[in-house]
């Protein structure tokens, strides 16, 4: 992602607050207060080093994401734990959900963490009533650690925290 897509940048987290509210840690309200300043850093920050985002342009309209997956190392490390990197905004659009492309986009997501971050280990914090999403992570060898964070934007709800181990990809001969 450019900072030049900042537009379908707004337009995809826009529609990801309105349509999930509780799967993300910022309001919509925030979001849309922002400035096209701070939403260029947005996009631009989504290319930075320790970080790789995926997005899924609807096809059959230009500069409109339909889905956006995003990897980053995570900092800082757990000790006496292999490198760690944790999975953010995820999203796929309504008409999108069950045709595979969150199993698609899941799976280069953890092929980014295992290679080209070389991490050990893949975190994600899901809300405690997303059922759908703590669904589909079980299904994909993702386990609950047990822990619990509190839900920045209602600390009398949770996020469980789930994690899968990654095998590094051996370097081509």
């Not at 309105?18 to 300043?37: C, N």
């Not at 893949?122 to 509190?150: C, I, K, M, P, S």
């Amino acid at each position: 992602m450019a900072e030049g897509e900042w537009a379908s940048l707004r337009a995809v987290r826009l529609e990801m607050l309105a349509d999930t509210p509780a799967a993300y840690v910022e309001s919509l309200a925030s979001a849309q207060a922002q400035t096209e300043g701070q939403w260029r850093s947005r996009a631009a920050a989504m290319t930075a080093p320790g970080s790789v985002t995926f997005v899924a342009e609807d096809g059959s309209r230009t500069n409109v994401f339909c889905g956006l997956m995003r990897v980053v190392v995570k900092h800082p490390q757990e000790p006496n734990r292999p490198r760690q990197a944790m999975l953010i905004s995820v999203y796929v659009a309504v008409p999108y959900r069950g045709s595979g492309l969150a199993d698609e986009m899941l799976g280069r997501s953890v092929e980014a963490a295992a290679g080209e971050l070389e991490c050990g280990l893949l975190q994600l914090g899901v809300h405690e009533d997303n059922t759908r999403a703590l669904a589909f992570y079980a299904r994909h060898g993702f386990g609950d650690t047990g822990r619990r964070e509190a839900y920045a934007l209602d600390p009398g709800k949770k996020e469980i925290i789930m994690e899968r181990e990654l095998h590094s990809r051996a370097p081509a001969a």
